[in-house]
């Protein structure tokens, strides 16, 4: 047998074997732009919708943040998903500080969105941080939810926790590895590491204060947790405008105030009167209500350094 003859017998059982490992990724974009495949996880600014699951189109429903639902807020260019969860009859659900006042439906059938989501755009890197007021258990409740619906296969574990803001891996990386969703929790993961893709936000992450009044966005460091140092976490601002809904105590923003706080302009100054805090760096995180109002995606692709 000639030796060319040889190599084309065997050359399709190398490129089988090897597959795996260096299957070229579908398209050469990580999160829509080729650049942040060799881009640190750390070293990205991501476009965060708040109360990601308190949406509804109703006006009248004042206790929404947001318009869109889930898939949409993903399909405009959402790349972290904050939700509060309750307990509700038994079950995790995501409301608006209570279910009785907004019910987004179960954990459970949430994550399942998301993952349809995620099985459709095999080249996205998706953050979702939770919060858990209620304490609820890791491994009872929350893990459970994550491994029915699909999405504890593609959770991220790093190597140490915490892991400092210049050691994440690359966007590339992550894809790659098929491990493209990092998943923080408010509450409960600083405790209790028995979950190991369920990572503790504030020793990894620091925000901005929350239900802010002010629509200058003074930025200061409000919640973290060590031992790492502050420039050594990411960040994130909660870059929305609220109001105390009619005297109730329930602090909501107003949609009418959204084109403006979700202008470039409020969100780049809320974002340079942070940088002296985190050594000069844009925050990795911009989180908004009603991300269909406004640029903020214009606001976060330039922060990236893409125009
Ligand atoms: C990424 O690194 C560049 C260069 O150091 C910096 O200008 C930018 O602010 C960083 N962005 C984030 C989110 O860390
Ligand atoms: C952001 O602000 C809201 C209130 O405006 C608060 O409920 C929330 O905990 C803050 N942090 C996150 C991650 O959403």
Not at 172 to 192: M, N, Q, T, W, Y
Not at 275 to 282: C, F, K, Q, W, Y
């Amino acid at each position: 047998m000639l030796p060319s003859a040889l190599f084309a017998l065997l050359a399709p059982i190398a490129i089988a074997v090897a597959a795996p490992i260096c299957q070229p990724r579908a398209s050469g974009e990580c999160n829509g732009h080729a650049e942040l495949c060799d881009r640190s996880y750390g070293n990205i600014t991501f476009f965060g919708a708040h109360d990601s699951f308190a949406f509804s189109e109703d006006p009248f429903a004042l206790a929404r943040d947001q318009e869109l639902d889930i898939t949409s807020q993903l399909n405009l260019g959402v790349r972290l998903l904050q939700a509060q969860s309750h307990m509700n009859g038994g079950v995790l659900h995501f409301c608006h500080t209570s279910c009785a006042l907004f019910d987004g439906g179960t954990v459970l059938s949430y994550l399942q969105t998301v993952n349809t989501w995620l099985q459709a755009n095999p080249n996205e890197v998706l953050t979702l941080l939770f919060t858990n007021p209620e304490g609820v258990s890791l491994p009872n409740v929350w893990a459970p939810a994550f491994q029915q619906s699909g999405i504890a296969d593609l959770a991220f574990v790093p190597s140490a926790v915490p892991t400092k803001q210049s050691d994440w891996p690359t966007l590339g990386e992550l894809i790659d590895a098929g491990k493209r969703v990092v998943v923080f929790l408010d509450a409960g993961a600083d405790i209790d590491r028995s979950v190991p893709y369920i990572l503790p936000e504030f020793e990894m992450i620091w925000e901005t204060p929350f239900s802010v009044t002010d629509a200058s966005f003074p930025c200061s460091v409000d919640r973290i947790a060590g031992p790492l140092g502050t420039t050594d976490h990411m960040y994130m601002i909660n870059h929305s405008l609220n109001k105390n809904i009619l005297d109730t105590g329930i602090i909501v923003s107003d949609p009418l105030d959204a084109k403006t706080t979700n202008g470039v302009t409020s969100i780049l100054a809320n974002a340079a009167g942070c940088e002296p805090l985190s050594a000069g760096r844009s925050p990795n995180f911009v989180l908004l209500d009603f991300v269909n109002i406004g640029q903020g995606l214009q606001a976060v692709n330039q922060l990236n350094g893409f125009s």
